[in-house]
């Protein structure tokens, strides 16, 4: 019993952990988070019986875990397909890519937490319950380290931007975002709007900027977090992100409810770096002779 308590016990803190990572992901209701919370106490449950399964020598258990894994997969899918719905109703949109790296991370998370919670069932057995809680530790602490990934912040260097009006087009230093062509409109926006260059480190990152689901990113999580003035009859305070062709850089243009630079730079910094945008030509022969 204690092998199964301790392994589970891991593995719903781990969880618990985890949740914390995904202010800029999912949903902060609280329905929400006890269907996190409890996904993953069934995932841990079946990670913990599966050492005392094995000691008993009854691999039929392991039926179970096969089990799961479908069920994962579905979750998977339900979570894809719940924020797609939701997708329709936002003003900011997160995009396909955000959402499936979201639906991604949903799976990947219970299976991390099983994982924690057969290791610490299994300390438990060869080292008792001293054993178990050294190695519940550090790998809760792997798996917050694991799940966190890299940030805008690690790959590109975000710096203030200046809006700035070249006759009606609106542009964040030289780039050129819209044409707005109401003068009251004009004058608001320069008083009211920020903007922030985000210029690769490499040419890895800039091929990461290319991706449109990666821009979409950065700017709902702007929006999100900073506020947006949008709405569906002000097309011309929609958050944006575009990009000069000749360099690699774009910037991002906000009307936020809340106008503060520095807290806009942090809130760019902190985006996720989407897998299906994550490029490395530098690990190609080709890339590296390009670059050179």
């Known amino acids: 019993m204690k092998i ?16 914390r990572l995904d202010y800029r992901q999912y949903p902060g209701y609280p329905h929400g988070y006890i269907s996190h919370l409890a996904l993953g106490a069934i995932a841990s449950a079946l990670g913990a019986v599966a050492v005392p399964a094995l000691l008993n020598k009854d691999f039929t258990a392991f039926t179970f875990l096969a089990l799961a894994a479908q069920q994962f997969r579905e979750i998977r ?88 009006f070249k006759g009606s087009l609106l542009r964040v230093n030289d780039i050129d975002f819209m044409s707005v062509g109401l003068p009251e409109m004009r004058e608001k926006i320069k008083k009211e709007a920020l903007g922030v260059m985000i210029k690769p480190k490499d040419d890895n990152a800039r091929a990461t900027l290319h991706d449109m689901g990666q821009r979409m990113a950065i700017a709902h999580t702007a929006a999100v977090i900073m506020g947006s ?8 305070f929609t958050p944006l992100v575009r990009k000069n062709p000749d ?39 080709a890339g590296r002779m390009a670059a050179d």
Do not use: H, W
């Not at 807290?263 to 770096?273: C, F, G, Q």
């Open 77 to 164: 899918n339900i979570e894809r397909e719940t924020l797609q719905n939701l997708e329709e109703t936002r003003l900011e949109k997160r995009g396909k890519d955000y959402i499936e790296g979201i639906a991604r991370t949903f799976e990947a998370r219970n299976y991390l937490v099983m994982i924690t919670a057969f290791l610490t069932s299994v300390a438990a057995v060869l080292g008792g319950v001293i054993g178990a809680a050294v190695v519940a530790v550090i790998l809760i602490f792997f798996s917050l380290t694991f799940m966190t990934g890299e940030t805008i912040g690690d790959i590109c260097e975000v710096i203030p931007g200046e809006i700035n």
């Open 229 to 236: 003035k949008k709405d569906v009859d002000i097309p011309e």
């Open 4 to 19: 199964i308590l301790s392994g589970s016990l891991a593995g719903t803190l781990a969880r618990l952990l985890l949740i």
């Open 247 to 285: 360099t690699g850089a774009v910037a991002l243009y906000i009307m936020p409810i809340e106008k503060d630079l520095e807290s806009l730079i942090l809130a760019v910094k902190r985006t996720p770096v989407l897998e299906s945008a994550r490029v490395r030509p530098l690990k190609t022969q």
